[in-house]
């Protein structure tokens, strides 16, 4: 599919690689789900179209085609995979740059003018595995390209990032968002689009779950009528749920033998469930102090007076932090989540009981 949005990131590299002028290592970076690697996918396709005009890539000829389906034989795309020879599901592994990525690099380019790597999520290479890159980040071979992507770009080496030119992309326009799901056959749903903030990654992520059946059981928690264990049973059944629709989208993906999207793991699931909670939650705060529904992005609850005040409920935050620590350090989710429900019931009953004679 082509790209859609990043207009302006787009002019820059156009307007460098008429001058001769792009870096041949570049680190995209942006949040996460904005479509990255479909950049960097398509600044491969400007700098080996057959056709460009302004160097614009024409995504028809077969070179464009040959990209845009991953088939093209000198485009390496290396990401975290323990499906591969040397991959890990954890990490980008150093036999992955040192075996892979370093080899292929040495060969003549079989069809373009030099080969391109493109190393999604590059903050998941392990420390030894940016080493083993610094040397070919410095000189690769001649023209060679070597893309980075990462939304973390406070995790990589020093001596990474100063090897390459930054290209910082921006969420995109509602409207792109828009187009780029009426292209993917998805139907767009308001609440979801506002909740994505132009982030087309994590629309498709929280289309996996029932954001409204997620506000629900917050409100339910913090109002006291939820128990917290219940709730940590709701947010780990949404979560069971979301990866049985994903298993869904992915059997359909294969037997239509269509391109599927960026891989979605549990980590990226569980993040997307606690950015609904704490969307909802700012929302709730929006709330009691005194802003209309209309500024909120998610369902405003059936009894916003059933709820703590403003200020206990930026409490809240905190407890919601620490459960994404705690899912972070691998506690197991249950608890995690149940340890979640806790935390937020203690902040709705002590408000309760404070508040009331
Ligand atoms: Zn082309």
Do not use: Y
Request: aromatic residues 2%; hydrophobic residues 40%; glycine residues 8%.
């Amino acid at each position: 599919m082509s790209l859609i949005g990043h207009q302006e990131a787009r002019r820059t590299v156009c307007s460098a690689l008429s001058r001769g002028a792009l870096a041949h290592a570049l680190l995209v970076t942006g949040e996460a789900g904005i479509g990255k690697r479909a950049f960097a996918e398509w600044v491969v396709r400007a700098s080996w179209c057959e056709a460009a005009s302004d160097r614009i890539p024409c995504d028809e000829c077969p070179s464009c085609r040959k990209v845009l389906s991953a088939n093209h034989p000198d485009l390496h795309l290396v990401a975290r995979d323990p499906d591969h020879e040397h991959g890990s599901r954890h990490e980008v592994t150093v036999n992955q740059i040192r075996l892979g990525v370093i080899p292929a690099l040495g060969l003549r380019p079989l069809e373009a003018s030099g080969h391109a790597v493109i190393i999604d999520n590059a903050d998941e290479m392990n420390e030894e595995a940016q080493n083993a890159l610094l040397k070919t980040l410095e000189e690769p071979p001649r023209g060679s390209r070597l893309l980075l992507t990462t939304s973390r770009e406070d995790v990589l080496l020093d001596t990474i990032r100063s090897r390459c030119q930054t290209l910082r992309l921006s969420p995109l326009e509602d409207a792109d968002v828009k187009q780029l799901c009426a292209a993917r056959g998805m139907v767009v749903d308001e609440l979801l689009l506002a909740l994505a903030r132009g982030r087309p990654g994590r629309l498709h992520e929280l289309s996996l779950f029932d954001v409204p059946a997620l506000c629900v059981a917050f409100d339910g928690v913090l109002s006291g009528r939820l128990a917290a264990t219940a709730f940590g049973r709701a947010c780990s059944e949404e979560l069971d749920r979301a990866r049985e629709r994903l298993d869904e989208l992915t059997q359909q993906a294969e037997d239509t033998t269509s391109a599927g999207g960026p891989e979605i793991d549990d980590t990226r699931l569980r993040r997307t469930l606690l950015d609904v909670l704490r969307t909802h939650l700012r929302d709730l705060v929006l709330l009691r102090s005194g802003a209309s529904s209309s500024a909120c992005l998610t369902p405003a609850p059936a009894d916003p007076e059933q709820l703590p005040e403003a200020e206990p409920l930026l409490a809240a935050d905190a407890v919601l932090m620490e459960a994404a620590e705690d899912l972070r350090r691998h506690i197991p989710p249950q608890v995690a989540w149940s340890g979640l429900g806790l935390g937020l019931a203690t902040i709705g009953v002590g408000v309760r009981t404070g508040s009331r004679p």
